[in-house]
């Protein structure tokens, strides 16, 4: 996934030093609006949820060599069901469970599984399922307060995590059926991020200058404030510029 750039580390599956216990998004990127929109209370476990997803997927987004990949999967593997366990090794989590102990229960697990999925097609079949965005954004809604997504709205999430997923890296992708109105202002970072991402996938290839980071600001607040109305949509599912 494009997003908080991955560091490199001296060694793969160490965690990063304690200067780094907090996730930060660089003002007037795609997460920084995310997060800007995002409720205070869940803003930093978002924040560390989707910087954990970015950390994840650098072994197949940098096209590492295969075994060093499976070995920083499966650090983090461990690291999650740690996590579950109310004992993690990393700052972020760690910094995240002092604050909100009772998200050790949300089964972050399922970000590793996805993420194996994404590394072996990658790899056998020279694609990417997006598995990771689409357990990410199930995962980001239980965290925004859907502690039980219906089976209907799952389906929906999944499917927008893999869209935005594809319009980061480049992929034309039809665009899915949104949650229903009711649900939509407790996802409203979740459909910024949608937003933005087929904004900036519009303007490709031309790189982005001052007035695309203003434009990006105002499409940010617009999409914010039609999911807090249930009135969002997308650009792409209504063949045109958005109304």
């Known amino acids: 996934m494009a997003g908080l750039e991955c560091k490199e580390r001296s060694e793969t599956v160490s965690a990063p030093a304690a200067r780094d216990s907090l996730p930060d998004a660089a003002p007037g990127s795609t997460r920084y609006f995310v997060l800007l929109y995002c409720p205070s209370p869940h803003r930093q476990p978002l924040a560390t949820l989707i910087a954990v997803a970015d950390e994840i997927d650098c ?8 075994a060093v990949a499976h070995v920083r999967l499966d650090w983090w593997r461990a690291e999650l069901q740690r996590f579950a366990l109310g004992a993690p090794e990393h700052p972020w989590l760690s910094a995240w469970l002092r604050e909100q102990p009772q998200d050790r229960s949300l089964g972050l697990e399922r970000l590793a599984e996805a993420a194996a999925i994404d590394l072996a ?5 020279a694609r990417t399922d997006h598995c990771l965005a689409s357990a990410l954004f199930v995962l980001g809604a239980k965290l925004l307060g859907i502690e039980t997504p219906a089976p209907q709205l799952e389906q929906q999430l999944r499917a927008l995590g893999r ?9 034309s992708a039809a665009a899915p059926v949104l949650p229903d109105a009711p649900v939509q202002p407790r ?3 979740l459909l910024v991020w949608a937003a933005l991402a087929e904004r900036k996938a519009a303007r490709r290839p031309r790189a982005a200058g001052r007035f695309d980071m203003l434009a990006d600001n105002f499409i940010a607040w617009r999409a914010a404030r039609r999911a807090q109305r249930g009135r969002f949509a997308l650009v792409r599912a209504m063949d045109g510029e958005p109304r």
């Open 187 to 189: 996802l409203t970072p």
């Open 163 to 171: 869209y935005v997923a594809s319009l980061e890296h480049e992929v």
């Open 59 to 66: 072994g197949r987004a940098r096209s590492m060599d295969h």
């Open 121 to 125: 097609s990658a790899r056998l079949a």
